[in-house]
């Protein structure tokens, strides 16, 4: 069975520093690993994903994620943070050995990321 | 440019009575799904649809059924609602049958089950 962790219920940080947002997963093979993003009374909207390759991970709005297999972890950050960015983020595994058809994700509970001038 | 759209966005019923959700994409997408958001949970899978014609369970299916009526739809049914199903419940889709695939998401219906 695949599972995320996400130790953090809420990240507070000040704009313009930078933001960790961390995630660590748990599958039988390899990962596939993806960010989300949801604002407030929306769904989710995807950030970035990594299937193979580099470590880290570039994705939309200026975030990036650092892959590390031996400490399966897969934190997402950024390093100047906007108030806009505060919303809720929720990190989310695939077992690449999965050989079905469909995506499915396993999610974290999710980490509520509040930047304040 | 729809993406996703799910219909209705709020719902309140009473213990036992049925109600089904909506859901289409105009995305050509093969594969859908049905999440449910409970606080301190995360999303949990109930059911997906990996192409036309085919439905499988997910993590929490109990209480759900499902249809999945062409490429474009895929509803999903209460028969007999209880408390414990007040959720935001979330569709999704995925491009094709690359499992590697990002999902798009609606923005949700919220139910509330009294």
């Known amino acids: 069975a695949q599972s995320v962790a996400q130790p953090e219920d809420q990240v507070n940080v000040a704009e313009g520093n930078p933001l960790t947002v961390k995630c660590t997963y748990s599958v039988s093979g390899n990962p596939y690993l993806f960010w989300y993003v949801q604002y407030p009374n929306r769904g989710l909207q995807f950030l970035l994903k990594y299937i193979t390759g580099d470590n880290l991970v570039k994705g939309s709005y200026g975030f990036e994620a650092e892959f590390n297999k031996s400490q399966t972890s897969f934190h997402l950050k950024k390093p100047s943070a906007l108030v806009s960015d505060s919303a809720l983020y929720f990190c989310?595994?695939?077992?690449?050995?999965?050989?079905?058809?469909?995506?499915?994700?396993?999610f974290g509970t999710g980490t509520r990321l509040q930047v304040t001038l | 440019n729809a993406g996703v759209t799910q219909t209705p966005k709020f719902q309140v019923l009473k213990t036992g009575q049925s109600m089904t959700l909506q859901c289409a994409q105009d995305m050509n997408h093969n594969s859908m799904y049905w999440y449910r958001q409970d606080p301190g949970m995360g999303l949990r899978l109930i059911y997906y649809?990996?192409?036309?014609?085919?439905?499988d369970k997910g993590e929490v299916p109990n209480g759900y059924n499902v249809s999945r009526l062409n490429k474009r739809e895929f509803s999903l049914r209460l028969e007999s609602a209880a408390p414990s199903q007040t959720s935001v419940y979330f569709c999704a889709s995925s491009l094709t049958g690359d499992s590697n695939g990002e999902l798009f998401f609606g923005e949700g219906s919220r139910l509330t089950v009294l």
């Open positions: 989310a595994v695939r077992d690449a050995g999965d050989t079905g058809t469909a995506s499915k994700l396993t």
């Open positions: 649809s990996a192409s036309e014609g085919t439905t």
